[in-house]
């Protein structure tokens, strides 16, 4: 099965007026982390962004902040950027407007951020029309697929290395699933793109 690791136009088009990609004229990448934050693999990447210097966006699960807010707390403290996706990763295509609402506030109150991401970027149209009010909303340019177990952590850098350019923002996973191909290709991608002199950057 072919991957859509950069999303179909007709996407775009259909979200229009979210953020799929920043200034393609700048030599800038900007990597997002979905789903945590949790003690087994946010510390990690956050001890490898320290590395290199660099700052992220994290879309955290307000579930996840509540479970483990020192994690988030050191999130905040170093200074990374961070969104909203829900407070129970809920998918808005199966959920009504007032429950995913009222589970948005609910993570707002824990993230007090203008970013939201929809957990697995499926929203309705009547929802998307309403949070584009309050919010910047952010899909991808690249989708990493580091959460899939039939993806190995080659094909996953490979993926991302290929459709990278300009502008791109890149989602990865601080989640558990993600933890064999994420330790295998973050460090990789931001070499790889640190010696081309590109620049990372929140959002």
Aim: with cysteine; charged share 20%; proline share 5%.
């Amino acid at each position: 099965m072919k991957l859509l690791v950069r999303p179909p136009q007709i996407l775009r088009k259909l979200y229009k007026g979210s953020v799929w990609r920043m200034d393609q004229n700048e030599q800038m990448v900007y990597l997002t982390f979905d789903d945590g934050p949790v003690p087994e693999l946010t510390p990690w990447v956050l001890d490898v962004l320290e590395k290199y210097d660099i700052k992220a966006t994290f879309f955290c699960v307000g579930d996840n902040i509540t479970k483990h807010p020192e994690v988030f707390q050191r999130i905040i403290n170093e200074g990374h950027q961070v969104g909203n996706h829900t407070y129970n990763h809920l998918k808005g295509w199966k959920t009504t407007n007032a429950v995913y609402f009222d589970n948005i506030n609910k993570c707002q109150v824990l993230t007090h951020t203008d970013l939201f991401r929809p957990p697995y970027g499926r929203i309705t149209k009547s929802q998307y029309k309403q949070l584009l009010s309050s919010y910047r909303i952010v899909f991808w340019d690249v989708l990493s697929y580091d959460y899939d177990a039939l993806v190995s952590p080659e094909k996953c850098l490979n993926n991302c290395l290929k459709y990278t350019r300009n502008g791109s923002i890149i989602v990865f996973h601080d989640s558990i699933k993600a933890q064999k191909n994420l330790k295998f290709a973050l460090p990789h991608y931001i070499e790889h793109f640190l010696k081309l002199n590109y620049k990372f950057a929140t959002l």
